[in-house]
């Protein structure tokens, strides 16, 4: 899905971080901006000579984020999933928007909402996890830490089983009285519903 | 272990009192000692089996251990990477201490550091304002901090310790602790290293302002005071939990050994006072023996 060439990574980065805040985005990437990439290309075609000058940096910076690591950490109470792993990308489900981490995303925090999480392992294949809340971290030493209270991978999950849950939670939200039983009772239903849907997947 | 120091002195009273005393006295020595040797082998007993309940406790919390480190790892790796430690070592007032323990004793010094270290903190502020409030979870800690700091204790939470600790009850006790209002903490808790020791620690629990006032923190991307709030919630019970199981892990290890101790220390008592009866036995049927040869020997 997220095929990592040379050429688009820092578009992609920038795509990514910008759909996490679109206000403060641009002081804060650290690849190459696209116009300076498109100065290098254009160099390149008018010179290869050029080019053997120019392409120091750039390929510095392709290297670097070559090796990029990523320090991905993904642990729920019930289960470790990833311990200080290297993955290539992560989509999570935040109050904020769902987003993409790649390695070196903007430092940012933010909390989970329920939903499917899906890991982007280095050998190519990818996971999807489900999780009830928590919390994401990612720190500017490219370390992801991504902690759920709960999480199961969506296989395990019993999509008649999920439906009853729906039916029960939507059955206590009519029948809550009082502020804090309500919103209980709603955070239960949001759960049951992106439990549902992550098993219909 | 306490428990069974105290007969050793008693059979060494019996001893000493069995060797010179007259006859009818040295048969009621001799039931005594039985009766203590019954009472010494139960208690051997019951140590063993709590030795073996505690060691299947033991492997279950050191299992779910290792899945809850990395959990605690990630939580406090935000803390060092933003600064937001430092930042909450300089706020001095209104501090939070949270003790980690449990409802149950017999389990070694594992309690008693928990409270040393918190009766260490408490006592170099002054008297007359107390500023930090304690949390207690875990009646043993309330039990050990009552006598000389009430007034600081602020929650109590009980019924911890029978049941391995889950995300559950580190919610409850997370509720209760954003409830408090508090500037900065910690999270007093042993951490587990083998099986045979232990690290009275401590962890910073810091309040969604002063994670606002990290020092590091104009790096992070959109951050608004909503999100940070639900962060430092989920961050307090994640903390919670992850100590509670360290807790767990290091209070059942420390059992297992502390049983281990008392049952090889029954053992050993019930060598001695086997010992102790057999030879007033033996004195007993010696001084018959003499008693009857004796009057024969008159009787001529």
Redesign the interface.
């Known amino acids: 899905m997220y095929e990592r060439e040379r050429g688009d990574c820092g578009l992609r980065r920038r795509s990514t971080s910008r759909r996490v805040s679109v206000a403060s985005c641009g002081a804060r990437v650290r690849s190459p901006l696209p116009s300076e990439r498109l100065g290098i290309m254009a160099s390149f075609l008018r010179s290869t000579k050029l080019v053997s000058k120019l392409t120091q940096g750039p390929t510095k910076c392709f290297s670097r984020n070559y090796a990029d690591q990523m320090n991905f950490t993904f642990a729920a109470a019930n289960q470790i999933f990833y311990a200080n792993k290297n993955i290539k990308q992560v989509d999570v489900p935040s109050f904020s928007g769902s987003f993409g981490i790649l390695p070196n995303h903007v430092p940012t925090l933010a909390v989970l909402r329920p939903g499917v999480v899906t890991v982007y392992e280095d050998e190519g294949t990818s996971k999807k996890i489900f999780v009830s809340s928590g919390t994401i971290t990612v720190n500017e030493d490219s370390s992801v830490q991504v902690l759920a209270e709960e999480a199961h991978p969506i296989e395990d999950i019993d999509g008649s089983a999920a439906r009853q849950v729906l039916q029960e939670a939507q059955s206590q939200l009519s029948t809550a009285s009082g502020d804090v039983a309500k919103a209980e009772a709603a955070i239960a239903v949001e759960v049951a519903e992106a439990l549902v849907l992550a098993a219909g997947n | 272990m306490m428990m069974i120091s105290k007969p050793t002195t008693m059979a060494v009273c019996l001893k000493s009192a069995a060797t010179g005393q007259q006859q009818n006295r040295n048969m009621a020595t001799l039931k005594q000692i039985s009766m203590r040797l019954k009472s010494v082998t139960n208690i051997q007993k019951i140590t063993q089996s709590m030795k073996m309940v505690s060691a299947a406790k033991y492997a279950r919390a050191e299992r779910e251990l290792r899945?809850?480190r990395?959990?605690g790892?990630?939580?406090k790796?935000?803390f060092e990477?933003?600064g937001a430690t430092e930042a909450a070592d300089t706020d001095d007032n209104n501090k939070l201490i949270v003790a980690i323990t449990s409802d149950r004793g017999l389990c070694g010094a594992v309690h008693t550091n928990v409270a040393k270290t918190i009766r260490n903190e408490l006592s170099a502020e002054s008297v007359e304002s107390p500023q930090s409030k304690v949390f207690c979870v875990g009646d043993k800690s309330r039990a050990l901090l009552q006598r000389l700091y009430s007034q600081n204790i602020a929650v109590v939470a009980n019924e911890v310790g029978r049941k391995p600790p889950?995300?559950l009850d580190a919610s409850k006790v997370a509720n209760e602790l954003i409830q408090l209002d508090f500037n900065s903490g910690k999270i007093v808790f042993n951490r587990f290293k083998t099986v045979v020791s232990y690290q009275t620690e401590e962890v910073p629990l810091l309040s969604a302002k002063t994670m606002l006032a990290a020092p590091?923190l104009q790096?992070?991307?959109?951050?608004d005071q909503g999100?940070?709030e639900?962060?430092q919630e989920?961050?307090v019970?994640?903390l919670l939990?992850y100590t509670m199981k360290e807790s767990a892990c290091s209070e059942q290890s420390s059992r297992m050994t502390a049983m281990d101790n008392a049952s090889k220390n029954a053992a050993e008592m019930i060598g001695k006072l086997t010992l102790t009866f057999n030879r007033t036995r033996q004195a007993v049927i010696t001084r018959e023996l003499i008693e009857i040869i004796s009057g024969a020997a008159a009787l001529e």
């Open positions: 899945q809850a990395p959990y790892e990630g939580v790796a935000f990477k933003s889950t995300f590091k790096l992070y991307d959109s951050i999100v940070m639900s962060y989920f961050t019970a994640a939990y």
